[in-house]
């Protein structure tokens, strides 16, 4: 376990020297100052443009670097060849997995931060001060978080087995499902027949939900929102993000390198 | 007796290939050998003979279709004796975002070896390798052969007891090489036990106390270089200086460069040679024996494989 | 390589983990839908900002808005509680951003014009958006239709109403009863078959499910309502013949004044309350519909 520690860290040094990381950061600043600029449009509602443009910029950012670059974790490995010193180390396969994942997601909680504070910024810079409710906005943040790392672990999950151009649509085209699989719960009944339905709704409960993760009009509102839910959205992200990952180490530990 | 090194049965390796991957190629076809401790024991073959094939295998980098292997003893599925194996792989390639006193660092830590003794190690490696100024640049900017030496570092970091080097010379220049051959014989005396495959041929003959012929994915020859050529020697070369024209029959079967020219003569025919020569008005320079090489002996295997295959085609087998 | 046991394992494992993440999700669900009174679009407030926004994908964001707006109106609708302040800014942003999305202006000039909690209760509101839509779609008959109905049904405006199908009727391509209409409505004001015919006739023309369903029901509520009116006579005749108000509706029949147990449009027969007035059967569904709308007490 030690080792999967290890890798982890190397894989977070990787990220910070990787230049691409900073420029999405510098990406998100700009998206920040935009915020505040849009908010001056729309009178009375500034805090409300800058929390949804902010949450929808750290998501979009943490988006792409979950699918680029964790696509990448293994891929570029593989394609490069630097696996093979790594492998001939006394480290098992799933430690290594473990590792890359656990090092990315970290390298995502750190950015992930970073842009949190610019948008507190931003919002101290609207209004005078911070009250209770402000604090949804970094509960969304965390759940942003979550969210990216279940995308993670599938990124993780597909490049084991497929191309890396394979695996960027297959997770992008999982996440897009995932933001709707809640309306399949909703479909009209009538049109279907009884299997289908009952198909669809298993469906919707077993693919992955990324609505769960989505509080942004409460953010926006500054409303509450219950400690269960946190608890809940957590144990989901955890747990989903187990099964992916298991899945993962039983593809990548009987692959043969090429 | 101590058990060998390494040492494989019946190792396979097929991969499928072809219309809906329904062939079978055999990359690697019941290779049966052993490595014995302390000795450096050479893998040669042509390029896409298997020698990567068995040694990626040994690694467990890829897994075999049939057979076993064991290092040190141990079956090839415990991952733990990587503690005593070193492996450099063929053409390296290391995380260029980090220095190579970093990627020695990160591979010991991997090793679980503690902390003072980390940074004792890592410098002591990037000496032997000749890396010690070297050590606090970006591996993204070093040049082939420094690679390769980054490579050997971090192969014998760990004091391994093994180590499997796969084509260690390639791409290197003629000072290059001699440095990995040099390292190569301090591993032996170290009490190491060196594999290393390569299909420079001189390399092997030069270092290697025992080798492994390999070619279309079967072994077929192994034991000590004198071994496998066997000492008969066929011809003598007659090497010899003539200045101007001359219609000596003999001269036709010569190799002209200039004024010198290289004459192969069987063994029987010597003297006969020299005294026509002579007469000819020829300076002779040296006579020398002609021994099998490896490299014969090689291209013998090769011709005899293509023309069995051929065959099968043509049988329609 | 895998042995039996550990394949075994990771199976149960795998199993395991899914059992959670439904349970899981189980609980989110409940959770959400607590939270979820403003789950809506929060830039309702500026269209503008959402048309500068979305460029050239203008009309996609449309119909995005378009699907909300649906869904909303289904959801709340069927939760009876419908908050349904957000039924106009969703409806403005979303023909803002497509000016020829034409089922918007239809579906609001139904929704955001009935009562509460029906509707939004805002024929203002719904005249505004069906004026936006003629301006940009002057071909489209049906909108006048539309407004039509609207001063007619919620606005009680017979004149203005009047003038919107007459306008209407101009186009070459209006059915003719457009014409009728602004006539009969001139003259008459409000009446059954007026009614009547409206509501049919945007039943039988849409293929949105919400309209039809509530168009269905006001079909039904009309009939039922006329029904009433006609009993009500009957029951006045009564009265006069016996002196007191029928109790139930076979103490006509036995009069002869009816032929059969009049029922309403589900079924149920009519009763007489305490007041001898006439009025729909407790048990029928109707019952809870015309509560629901409202608009026939």
Redesign the interface.
């Given at each position: 376990m030690k080792r999967a520690g290890v890798v982890a860290l190397n894989t977070f040094r990787e990220a910070v020297r990787d230049r691409v990381l900073y420029n999405l950061l510098f990406f998100a600043l700009v998206m920040m100052a935009a915020s505040i600029i849009?908010g001056q449009?729309?009178i009375?509602?500034e805090q409300?443009?800058i929390v949804?443009l902010g949450l929808s910029a750290i998501s979009l950012i943490g988006l792409l670097i979950s699918v680029f670059i964790g696509v990448g974790l293994v891929s570029k490995e593989m394609d490069k060849r630097t696996l093979y010193a790594v492998l001939a180390k006394p480290v098992r396969r799933w430690e290594f997995l473990l590792g890359k994942f656990g090092g990315l997601v970290l390298t995502l909680a750190v950015n992930v931060t970073a842009m949190a504070v610019g948008l507190f910024l931003a919002l101290l810079y609207v209004k005078p001060a911070l009250e209770r409710g402000d604090a949804t906005v970094l509960i969304a943040v965390y759940f942003i978080w979550l969210k990216l790392a279940l995308v993670v672990a599938l990124a993780l999950l597909f490049s084991c087995f497929t191309t890396p151009l394979l695996a960027i649509l297959f997770t992008a085209g999982i996440y897009i499902v995932g933001l709707y699989v809640q309306?399949l719960r909703?479909m009209?009944i009538e049109v279907m027949s009884r299997g289908m339905t009952l198909f669809t709704k298993w469906l919707s409960?077993?693919l992955p939900?990324f609505e769960?993760f989505n509080?942004?009009?409460?953010a926006?509102?500054s409303?509450q929102?219950?400690g269960?839910?946190i608890v809940?959205?957590t144990?989901?992200a955890a747990?989903?993000s187990?099964?992916v990952l298991?899945?993962a180490v039983?593809v990548f530990?009987?692959r043969n390198l090429k | 007796m101590t058990p060998p090194a390494i040492e494989t049965e019946n190792l396979t390796k097929e991969y499928p290939h072809g219309f809906l991957n329904l062939k079978k190629r055999k990359s690697l076809e019941g290779l049966n050998m052993q490595v014995e401790a302390g000795e450096i024991f050479g893998f040669i073959g042509p390029n896409g003979a298997g020698k990567t094939t068995a040694i990626k295998l040994l690694m467990r980098l890829i897994?075999p279709t049939a057979g076993t292997a064991r290092i040190l003893g141990k079956p090839i599925?415990d991952i733990d004796l990587h503690r005593d194996v070193g492996y450099l792989p063929e053409q390296p390639y290391f995380y260029d975002y980090l220095t190579a006193a970093e990627l020695l660092d990160y591979f010991a830590r991997i090793h679980d070896l503690p902390a003072a003794e980390r940074r004792q190690r890592v410098a002591a490696m990037l000496k032997k390798v000749g890396l010690e100024t070297a050590g606090k640049i970006q591996l993204r900017k070093y040049s082939k052969g420094m690679l390769q030496r980054a490579g050997v570092a971090q192969a014998i970091l760990h004091d391994p007891k093994v180590v499997i080097l796969d084509e260690p010379m390639s791409g290197l220049d003629p000072i290059g090489r001699r440095e990995v051959r040099d390292i190569i014989l301090e591993l032996k005396q170290e009490g190491r036990t060196v594999m290393f495959s390569t299909h420079i041929l001189s390399d092997a003959e030069m270092l290697c106390d025992r080798v492994g012929v390999i070619v279309g994915g079967k072994l077929r020859g192994i034991g000590a270089p004198e071994q496998l050529l066997g000492v008969k020697a066929k011809a003598t070369e007659i090497l010899f200086e003539l200045t101007g024209e001359s219609s000596a029959p003999l001269l036709a079967n010569a190799t002209r460069t200039g004024d010198r020219y290289r004459l192969q003569v069987p063994e029987a025919e010597l003297y006969d040679a020299i005294d026509q020569l002579r007469s000819a008005g020829a300076k002779i320079l040296s006579v020398a024996q002609v021994r099998a090489t490896l490299e014969e002996f090689f291209m013998h295997l090769v011709e005899a494989d293509r023309a069995q295959a051929a065959a099968v085609e043509v049988s329609g087998k | 390589?895998?042995t039996a046991k550990t394949i075994v394992l990771?199976a149960v494992?795998?199993l395991a983990?899914?059992m959670?993440?439904?349970k899981?999700?189980?609980?989110?669900d409940k959770?959400?839908a607590?939270?979820s009174e403003?789950?809506?679009?929060?830039?309702l407030?500026?269209p503008k900002?959402m048309k500068a926004v979305s460029l050239e994908y203008a009309p996609l964001m449309a119909d995005f808005y378009w699907t909300r707006v649906v869904?909303f109106y289904g959801?709340k609708h069927v939760r009876g509680d419908a908050n349904l302040e957000q039924l106009w800014p969703l409806l403005d942003i979303t023909t803002t951003l497509d000016s020829n999305l034409i089922v918007a202006y239809r579906f609001g000039a139904i929704f955001l014009s009935q009562r509460a909690p029906g509707g939004a209760g805002r024929p203002d509101l719904a005249v505004r958006l069906i004026e936006r839509g003629i301006k940009a779609n002057p071909d489209c008959w049906r909108l006048y239709e539309d407004l039509g109905f609207i001063y007619y049904m919620d606005l009680k405006d017979y004149k203005k109403a009047s003038e919107a199908f007459l306008e209407g009727s101009k186009n070459p391509k209006a059915l003719i009863w457009m014409k009728v209409m602004a006539a009969k409505i001139a003259a008459e004001g409000e009446s059954y078959e007026t009614s009547f015919f409206l509501w049919n006739d945007v039943y039988r023309n849409t293929s949105d499910?919400q309209i039809k369903e509530n168009a269905k029901a006001h079909l039904q509520l009309l009939r039922a309502r006329e029904d009433s009116r006609q009993l009500d006579l009957l029951g006045g005749e009564y009265e006069k013949r016996f002196g007191h108000r029928p109790r139930r509706v076979s103490e006509l029949v036995d009069a002869g004044m009816l032929q059969a147990i009049a029922v309403d449009p589900l079924g149920y027969p009519y009763t007489f309350d305490e007041n001898g007035n006439a009025a729909l059967n407790p048990k029928s569904p109707l019952l809870e519909k015309q509560k629901f709308f409202e608009r026939f007490k």
């Open positions: 849009a449009i729309s009375g509602i409300t443009v949804t309306e909703n009209p409960y077993l939900n769960n509080i942004m009009a409460m926006a509102h409303r929102v219950s269960a839910l809940q959205n144990l989901y747990i989903y187990a099964i298991t899945a039983v530990s009987r | 897994f599925r | 390589m895998k990771v494992m795998l983990g899914f959670g993440v439904w899981l999700q189980h609980a989110l959770q959400r607590a939270l403003d789950r809506d679009e929060v830039l407030s500026s900002l869904q959801n499910p």
